[in-house]
């Protein structure tokens, strides 16, 4: 199994998340993981109010910082 797919397991990310990509910075200290998750267009994402699938209207590429979830 290679990386992505482990990752991708370990995110728990399900269609229609896809992990395209990762980057691990060991310049930075501490390191910095890069995770690059997209979904193709078109996909339609459940409500998290009701449930209901809806098309998304925001596909701007964000950078999010979990730093605080690691030690």
């Known amino acids: 199994m ?6 991708t397991l ?9 992990l395209k990509d990762q980057h691990l910075d060991t310049a930075v ?23 209901k699938a809806c098309p998304a209207h925001d596909f701007a590429d964000k950078i999010l910082c979990l730093s605080g979830l690691v030690d």
């Open 2 to 7: 290679e990386g992505t797919q482990i990752l």
């Open 10 to 18: 370990g995110l728990g990310l399900e269609v229609p998340w896809i």
């Open 29 to 51: 200290s501490p390191h910095r993981l890069y995770l690059y998750v997209e979904a193709e267009r078109g996909s339609l994402y459940p409500c998290p109010e009701c449930g």
